[in-house]
Nanobody, 121 residues
Framework: QVQLVESGGGLVQPGGSLRLSCTVSGSIFSINAMAWYRQALGKQRELVASITSGGSTNYRDSVKGRFAISRDNAKNTVYLQMHTLKPEDTAVYYC???????????????WGQGTQVTVSS
């Protein structure tokens, strides 16, 4: 059984920083892309940043220059370093991973439980 466990959320003042972590565990052969999404109250879930197994990254425009996604393939962990946080970054942040359980097998998509990030003075 696969699990995605997120950590690092919390309350921070505007201009502050947080680092989110997400570790994938279970019977996994390989992990392809990993990503962070967020969902603010009353809004749709949106992609924040993604990273391929090779390290290529993609960001939504509103976080470029402030957020950095990275991964440690040996630890099956993805990180989201967030700087210069703004109130509009307040949301539940979700980790997502695409993985295979065997060589050449189907690509599965799995979500973490979410971690709350609140930016407020």
């Amino acid at each position: 059984q696969v699990q995605l466990v997120e950590s690092g959320g919390g309350l921070v003042q505007p201009g502050g920083s947080l680092r989110l972590s997400c570790t994938v565990s279970g019977s996994i052969f390989s992990i392809n892309a990993m990503a962070w999404y967020r969902q603010a109250l009353g809004k749709q879930r949106e992609l924040v940043a993604s990273i391929t197994s090779g390290g290529s990254t993609n960001y939504r425009d509103s976080v470029k220059g402030r957020f950095a996604i990275s991964r440690d393939n040996a630890k099956n962990t993805v990180y989201l370093q967030m700087h210069t946080l703004k109130p509009e970054d307040t949301a539940v942040y979700y980790c997502n991973a695409d993985y295979r359980v065997r060589p050449g097998g189907l690509l599965h998509d799995y979500w973490g439980q979410g971690t709350q990030v609140t930016v407020s003075s």
